[in-house]
């Protein structure tokens, strides 16, 4: 097999444990059953069996993670011996950090206060903190061991214990490079023409951090920008963006918060961007997640400041293309008769 084959076996496993532990797996057998080698149905029938045998306390644990607890546990029985025999040592599992345990993020039920679930995180050898959802929910976000998962699921106020999801951007150039864009997307002609210069707009960003900022300032690339309290972040990709933006709108202000400290924070920048006075808002920021299907944190974020009449753009991608054969996101045109 090819590395474009190993590729798409692993994409292929990655939905199907997904389908499996949601009770979806008979119809994605059924399609592929031509398809598909005997181990990787013998997977799928051991992911369906774990996926009935679990209890309501279960459930609220995300299948990743219960997967992982159970080939961690050390267990007699012997139908879950063999169910995991069947799934396999090649089996991509989560798996611990060097302290035992991993980022998780327990959503609590709408209502609850956190401080008892604070506790029992830390009693069970968690470190985590609270964090206020969009909604108006908590959750507590932190390392928990594998082992801890089933009795922390197994408090009143949790409804669901997810991993950790980091984010990602498009990619990391140089921060202290002039932009080509304002070329290239004619911005120097139409501050020559119109005079738009950005005056009276605020402008701001969202991404890794501003490290550089200091420097870039310092160089004369950028005047004085707007840092939500606390919400700097870490990395340059932060600092790129303002470059660029400073470089096509010169005389439009800036502000920056970070997207990395989880999709709640991120949501939460988006609201306090546009609090902050911003006009405006730009990311360039991914988590894999995110459902295609329905508005999460952050697309309810961007509804609500959108509804106020901010302008708001997120990157289109930048996961190569079509013709090259390298695209990481799929490119063509929808049609809904079932005709590609």
């Known amino acids: 097999m090819?590395?474009?084959?190993?590729?798409?076996?692993?994409?292929?496993?990655?939905?199907l444990l997904a389908l499996a532990l949601s009770g979806m797996a008979p119809l994605l057998v059924a399609a592929e059953a031509t398809v598909l080698q005997p181990q990787a149905l013998a997977q799928v029938e051991a992911l369906r069996e774990l996926s009935r045998q679990r209890s309501g306390v279960e459930a609220k644990i995300e299948a990743p993670l219960y997967l992982a607890s159970l080939q961690q546990r050390r267990t007699k029985s012997t139908t879950l011996q063999r169910q995991l025999a069947a799934i396999g040592s090649s089996f991509r599992y989560v798996r611990s950090g060097k302290d035992g345990r991993v980022d998780v993020e327990v959503i609590l039920r709408r209502g609850s206060a956190?401080?008892?679930?604070?506790?029992?995180?830390?009693?069970?050898?968690?470190?985590?903190?609270?964090?206020?959802?969009?909604?108006?929910?908590?959750?507590?976000?932190?390392?928990?061991a594998l082992q801890a998962l089933r009795p922390m699921a197994e408090l009143g106020e949790v409804r669901s214990i997810?991993?950790?999801?980091?984010?990602?951007?498009?990619?990391?150039p140089d921060p202290l490079v002039r932009s080509e864009g304002d070329r290239t997307h004619g911005a120097d002609l139409a501050r020559n023409r119109f005079g738009a210069l950005g005056q009276g707009v605020k402008i701001c960003a969202l991404s890794d951090g501003v490290d550089s900022l200091a420097v870039s300032q310092q160089r004369g690339e950028l005047p004085v920008v707007d840092v939500l309290p606390g919400q700097a972040g870490e990395g340059d990709e932060g600092t790129a963006m303002l470059e660029i933006l400073h470089d096509l709108a010169p005389q439009a202000e800036l502000g920056f918060a970070t997207a990395f400290n989880g999709e709640a924070q991120f949501a939460q920048n988006i609201i306090d961007l546009a609090a902050d006075?911003?006009?405006?808002?730009?990311?360039?920021?991914?988590?894999f997640d995110e459902s295609p299907f329905q508005d999460g944190p952050v697309a309810q974020a961007v509804n609500q400041v959108t509804?106020?009449?901010?302008?708001?753009?997120?990157?289109?991608?930048?996961?190569?293309?079509?013709?090259?054969?390298?695209?990481?996101?799929?490119?063509?045109?929808?049609?809904?008769?079932g005709q590609l």
């Not at 190993?6 to 939905?15: D, K, P, S, Y």
């Not at 079509?322 to 929808?334: K, P, V």
Request: charged letters at 20%.
């Open 2 to 15: 090819n590395e474009h084959g190993f590729a798409w076996h692993r994409r292929a496993m990655g939905l």
């Open 114 to 144: 956190p401080a008892a679930a604070l506790k029992r995180f830390a009693e069970l050898g968690g470190e985590g903190k609270a964090q206020r959802l969009p909604d108006g929910s908590q959750m507590i976000r932190g390392r928990l």
């Open 162 to 172: 997810r991993r950790m999801v980091g984010a990602v951007t498009q990619s990391q």
């Open 277 to 287: 006075g911003c006009d405006v808002i730009v990311d360039d920021v991914i988590y």
């Open 307 to 337: 509804a106020a009449g901010v302008l708001y753009f997120s990157s289109a991608g930048n996961e190569g293309n079509l013709t090259d054969g390298t695209s990481g996101t799929w490119e063509g045109d929808f049609t809904p008769n």
